[in-house]
């Protein structure tokens, strides 16, 4: 079992504790300049944004990565992990930090708070960056190919001729038991996770240790699949039907789409498209080489993009 110390890792950047939403909030920030927020996704913390910390700040922007709650050193409260709460979240901490909008760049499940943060409270959002995930209306089209076990959408070749099967969120359904595997082993499962859903070579043990370490942190292994289960038990209740009626408006401000060419996960095929949802100017581009983690397995490709769309004062091509 681990602490919440786990997840104070040292470096250039500033550890603090933002209140917003009625929630508290772990944040890593550094830098000086346009805000520029960075919420991760499953299953890792504020820590999978460490080479963007750097190199945004040295660009000249303050860039602040956030534990969602429900993980690392935020709070864990027992509701609160639909996706217009998270939004709700994302919204005060661009207050709390004394900003009125900020960039906000969200991957896998802090990419669907994104886009949820862009359609509810558009003013918050200066610019929007989604890695690695659909738009939150065709992720729930693609549901219907989601694997319900997590060891179907881990390694594996699949069958001549047919695409890899991605994604978890039927596979996080049961109760209890998914929480159970996920810590098993010393939470072997998130390791299997990590490599599984990247290109070969990535993650090394050391990283994979990080994220396992921060997995053992009670009650993340319980919290982090809330996110998954209340968009799927959502999606025929009123309030998933409303949120979705809600995500039809379009999108009103700068979207940068950057995605893996080898992302099992979440597919390129399954995310590309998403600028139907955008009236602003949407950029979709591709990381080479990378699967569902860009950032973290060629981050000087990812840095290259992110950084010339943030200073491109025309974001339209």
Same mark, same amino acid.
């Given at each position: 079992m681990a602490t919440e110390s786990a997840i104070a890792i040292s470096g250039p950047w500033t550890h603090r504790t933002v209140s917003a939403n009625g929630t508290r909030f772990h944040v890593a920030s550094i830098g000086d300049g346009p805000l520029v927020l960075l919420l991760?996704?499953?299953?890792e913390f504020w820590w999978t944004w460490r080479t963007q910390l750097v190199s945004l700040a040295a660009a000249g922007y303050r860039a602040v990565a956030a534990d969602l709650r429900g993980y690392g050193g935020s709070d864990?409260?027992?509701r609160g992990y639909d996706l217009i709460t998270a939004a709700a979240d994302a919204a005060g901490l661009i207050r709390a930090l004394g900003e009125a909008n900020a960039a906000v760049v969200g991957h896998d499940w802090g990419g669907l708070v994104a886009w949820t943060l862009a359609s509810y409270f558009p003013k918050s959002a200066r610019r929007l960056a989604v890695v690695s995930m659909a738009h939150p209306l065709q992720l729930r089209t693609a549901l219907a190919g989601s694997p319900l076990r997590i060891t179907r959408s881990l390694s594996g070749a699949p069958p001549s001729g047919a695409a890899k099967r991605g994604g978890y969120? @039927?596979?996080f359904q049961l109760p209890l038991f998914p929480e159970r595997l996920l810590v098993r082993d010393s939470a072997a499962l998130v390791g299997s996770i990590l490599s599984s859903w990247s290109a070969p070579g990535w993650p090394d043990e050391e990283t994979a240790r990080v994220y396992q370490r921060a997995m053992r942190i009670p009650p993340v292994a319980h919290t982090s699949l809330e996110y998954p289960r209340w968009f799927v038990r959502s999606?025929?209740?009123p309030d998933g039907?409303?949120?979705a009626r809600h995500m039809r408006s379009p999108i009103a401000v700068p979207t940068l789409h950057l995605h893996g060419t080898l992302d099992p996960c979440v597919p390129p095929q399954t995310a590309r498209g998403a600028g139907r949802y955008v009236e602003a100017p949407y950029r979709w581009k591709i990381i080479d080489g990378a699967g569902h983690f860009p950032h973290e397995e060629r981050p000087e @490709?990812?840095?290259a993009e992110l950084l010339g769309w943030l200073a491109d004062p025309e974001p339209d091509r």
């Open positions: 991760h996704g499953f299953p864990k409260p027992p969120p @039927l596979a999606a025929f209740r039907l409303r949120y @490709l990812f840095d």
